[in-house]
């Protein structure tokens, strides 16, 4: 007997699939099999926001240890390759050593920084001439941030980016050799620079995630060569990956809705809330998997202990059971707004402050500068199943 919503789930291999048109896809899923069974991987599809919240919630049912993308079901690995590859209580005990470098004193003490940068970036962009936005903004902003986040001089942080896409399925068209050779450069450099700080004080190296990582210490040991990578590999990937598209995609919307950014530069209290609409609205992670530890019911199906559910975030982010009739339109005042762009429960984004604090100070000084925002070409986005990439924005600004 075929289980349910197998026939809309095919489509999910394709990588023609991931362009805005798949929301119309994704609705009609929410609307006929909101848990689709996909026959080719074997794993369940969820599209609505209440059992994405459901499997978010439990841990202890739904793990992560299994693999956290569909084709990590059955692979076997020696240690976590990122901390959201593991569960409570290790899942508990990591983040609490990576916690004390996004407290909030430090993430305020980091605006100063960000703005600065922001107005450099800004300071670049000629008025009443196309840009691409994302190479002239998004990527820098995004880089440069999470470079000072770690503590790496701006010298060395050149090959960030192409580090960071070569982590991303989907994102680009190198050669998986040529994609395990960044990886490789990448873990190499980020390890012999984490080892380089242990031992040292904060005085001589400051607070920098780096810098705590190098010196945390777990059951009386520091932590290992593969957890220093597993932590560095989230925090550079992730940490850059996700606000950058996100931006990226929140501004060319805006640029398609004059009425939109007159609201927002009229009435610079919407900013927090337009925050949330471009994070509801991009959704840079498109979709993270689980896998159930036993037999249990989800959205209507039995899911068997050992069968693995994928979240589709980007189609929770515009459930019209939460969203209401406007889920499918971009509001920069929207409220309430419960997206999960960065997750829920165990697993929510820890840098979350810091990617809102990015697209905030954006805004704000955009707001300053700028009477105009128009879209100036046409976007240019990957095809990866897993992060909503955007390859090129073009815009033009007016006074």
């Known amino acids: 007997m075929e289980r349910p919503g197998t026939h809309l789930t095919a489509v999910l291999e394709n990588p023609d699939f991931y362009t805005p048109e798949r929301y119309a896809h994704y609705a009609t899923m929410r609307a006929e099999a909101p848990m689709a069974w996909h026959q080719g991987h074997r794993y369940w599809v969820a599209t609505r926001h209440a059992e994405v919240m459901e499997v978010s919630r439990d841990p202890e049912l739904f793990c992560s240890a299994k693999g956290i993308l569909y084709f990590e079901i059955g692979v076997e690995y020696g240690t976590p390759p990122t901390m959201m590859h593991t569960d409570p209580p290790d899942h508990t005990r990591y983040r609490k050593l990576v916690s004390p470098g996004f407290r909030p004193s430090i993430i305020k003490a980091f605006e100063p920084r960000i703005r600065k940068r922001v107005r450099e970036l800004l300071d670049g962009i000629e008025v009443g001439t196309d840009i691409d936005f994302t190479k002239a903004v998004s990527i820098p902003l995004a880089l440069g941030v999470i470079a ?61 995630i ?57 009435n610079p209290a919407l900013i927090p809330t337009a925050v ?92 300053n500068r700028y009477v105009a925002l128009e879209p100036a070409g046409e976007i240019v986005r990957t095809t990866s199943p897993i992060i909503d990439g955007v390859v090129s924005t073009p815009v033009r600004f007016s006074n």
Not at 210 to 215: E, G, K, M, P, Q
Not at 228 to 237: D, G, R, W
């Open 148 to 208: 000072d986040f770690l503590g790496i001089p701006p010298d060395k942080s050149n090959r960030f980016f192409d580090w960071s896409e070569a982590s991303i399925p989907g994102a680009n068209d190198w050669t998986d050799e040529y994609r395990a050779e960044l990886q490789t450069e990448m873990q190499t450099y980020l390890l012999e620079l984490t080892l380089s700080r242990r031992g040292l004080s904060a005085i001589e190296v400051g607070d920098d």
């Open 210 to 266: 780096t810098s705590v990582l190098a010196n945390s210490v777990v059951d009386g040991e520091t932590l290992s060569d593969s957890e220093i990578l597993m932590f560095q590999n989230q925090l550079l990937v992730a940490g850059n990956e996700t606000t950058r598209n996100t931006i990226s995609s929140g501004i060319w919307e805006l640029s398609h809705r004059p009425a939109e950014w007159t609201r927002l530069r009229e």
């Open 276 to 367: 949330e609409e471009f994070l509801r609205w991009s959704t840079a992670v498109i979709a993270f998997m689980r896998t159930a530890t036993r037999d249990t019911e989800l959205g209507g199906v039995t899911v068997k202990a050992g069968e693995s559910v994928v979240m589709v975030y980007s189609s929770a982010n515009r459930d019209e059971a939460v969203f209401g009739p406007t889920a499918d339109m971009f509001d920069i005042g929207r409220d309430p707004n419960p997206h999960v762009a960065f997750g829920f429960g165990h697993h929510f984004c820890i840098g979350a402050a810091l990617a809102r604090l990015e697209i905030r100070v954006l805004l704000e000084e955009m707001c």
